[in-house]
C-alpha cells in the first residue's frame, strides 16, 4: 500500500468507546511520526493525538486529553487511538497521518506526508 489505512470506526452511543488502527505504509523502512486527524461536518480539520516514531512521547488535543489514548506497534507498523467516553462532539472522519515531523511540530498537519482516506466515527445521543 502506498498510504496509511484506518479502520475502525462506526456507530457508537454517548459514554462509549472505540478503537481506530492505522496501518502504515510501509513504502519504505523509515519509521514515521504518526498522528490522527479529524473533520467534522462543516468544521476545518482538527488534530486529535500524535506520537513519535520511537513511541516515546505523545501530544493530545485539548478537548480529547484523558479520553483517547494513542500508542504504537512498530513490529506491526501500526498505530492505534483508543478512544473513550465518546460525545456527540467526536462525530468525524477521523484520518491517520505519517511523517518524518520534529517533536515540537507533531499537531501540525503541514508536518505530514502521507494520509489515509479515513473512516467515519459517529457517536449517538
Known amino acids: 500500500q502506498v498510504q496509511p489505512k484506518e479502520s475502525g470506526g462506526g456507530l457508537v452511543q454517548a459514554g462509549g468507546s472505540l478503537m481506530l488502527s492505522c496501518a502504515a505504509s510501509?513504502?519504505?523502512?523509515?519509521?514515521?511520526?504518526m498522528a490522527w486527524f479529524r473533520r467534522a461536518p462543516g468544521k476545518d480539520r482538527e488534530f486529535v493525538a500524535a506520537?513519535?516514531?520511537?513511541?516515546?512521547?505523545?501530544v493530545y488535543a485539548d478537548s480529547v486529553k484523558g479520553r483517547y489514548t494513542i500508542s504504537r506497534d512498530n513490529n506491526e507498523n501500526t498505530t492505534y487511538l483508543q478512544m473513550d467516553s465518546l460525545d456527540p462532539e467526536d462525530t468525524a472522519v477521523y484520518y491517520c497521518?505519517?511523517?518524518?515531523?520534529?517533536?515540537?511540530?507533531?499537531?501540525?498537519?503541514?508536518?505530514?506526508?502521507?494520509w489515509g482516506q479515513g473512516t467515519q466515527v459517529t457517536v449517538s445521543r
Open positions: 506520537i513519535t516514531s520511537s513511541g516515546s512521547a505523545t
Open positions: 510501509g513504502r519504505t523502512t523509515i519509521v514515521y511520526a
Open positions: 497521518a505519517e511523517g518524518v515531523v520534529n517533536t515540537s511540530h507533531l499537531t501540525e498537519g503541514l508536518g505530514y506526508d502521507y
